[in-house]
């Protein structure tokens, strides 16, 4: 890399507010720069995903796992909506202290994933409907295909922290459309990720677009673009929100919950 490249990327780095330059001294990485890092990171463990893993899952286990995001969308949008306006003082300040566990979990290289199940869990708790809440929790558990899919999902690291700061910040603002709304795009975006995966075990290519059996890559997996056939770019991976939310924890049958 010449000279001149290098002092454009490096340039790009300080505009984005990633970097700070210290005169002759050199370069130091912001706040900014740091949580961009860290999940640069999570990302880049997510991209090392084999094709074996992805298989083994298999897609009709994939597609019940979108049917199960499905039904939790339309529980937890309105789970979030009640616990907006029913939670405890106490139970907004121990959503947020979950979520700034998960924070704290994510900067030293860990997966938040069990901060994410807990922090369902929570809502769930405080929306002061325990019907709404055992509903909840029966489609996170329900099923043996989703166990294993979330063993392997859970072997990998993801990120739905700014997600869940969104909604703490609208229940403890008390504006229930806001965390209605906050929750239904927080799956909708797990569902796309479940899309995106259907789509490359349909097309052949597992996470780190690499062959299945038999078969070669071609140029035509990708669009030159740094995107794959998925339109997600090439440091955005589905695995990012799935295995944060979706790792194993004890469910019922085995002291464990799924969430």
């Avoid at 997510?46 to 083994?56: D, G, I, P, S």
């Avoid at 797990?190 to 097309?203: H, P």
């Avoid at 038999?214 to 991976?237: A, L, Q, V």
Wanted: overall charge negative.
């Amino acid at each position: 890399m010449s000279q001149a490249t290098l002092g454009r990327a490096l340039r790009a780095l300080d505009e984005r507010r990633l970097t700070l330059k210290l005169s002759n001294k050199g370069r130091v990485l912001t706040p900014e720069g740091r949580s961009w890092l860290t999940e640069a990171r999570h990302r880049d463990q997510a991209q090392r995903w084999t094709e074996e893993t992805l298989l083994t899952v298999g897609q009709s286990t994939l597609a019940e796992l979108r049917q199960s995001m499905i039904a939790r969308r339309a529980i937890e949008g309105e789970i979030a909506r009640l616990a907006a306006e029913s939670a405890s003082p106490a139970q907004v300040q121990g959503l947020s202290r979950i979520v700034e566990e998960q924070g704290r979990e994510l900067q030293m290289g860990g997966r938040g994933a069990s901060q994410a199940v807990d922090f369902h869990l929570a809502v769930a708790q405080a929306c002061g409907n325990r019907f709404l809440a055992a509903a909840a929790n029966v489609v996170r558990t329900s099923s043996e295909a989703l166990e294993t899919l979330m063993y392997h999902l859970g072997a990998t690291v993801g990120v739905s922290h700014r997600e869940h700061l969104e909604l703490v910040s609208a229940i403890a603002a008390r504006n229930p459309r806001a965390a209605q709304d906050a929750m239904e795009r927080h799956l909708d975006e797990l569902i796309r990720d479940v899309d995106k995966l259907l789509a490359r075990l349909a097309n052949g290519v597992a996470m780190t677009g690499a062959p299945t059996a038999g078969r070669s890559t071609s140029h035509s997996e990708f669009n030159g673009s740094g995107n794959d056939r998925t339109g997600r770019p090439d440091d955005e991976e589905p695995a990012q929100h799935l295995a944060g939310e979706l790792a194993p924890v004890s469910s019922e049958k085995e002291g464990e919950h799924n969430g």
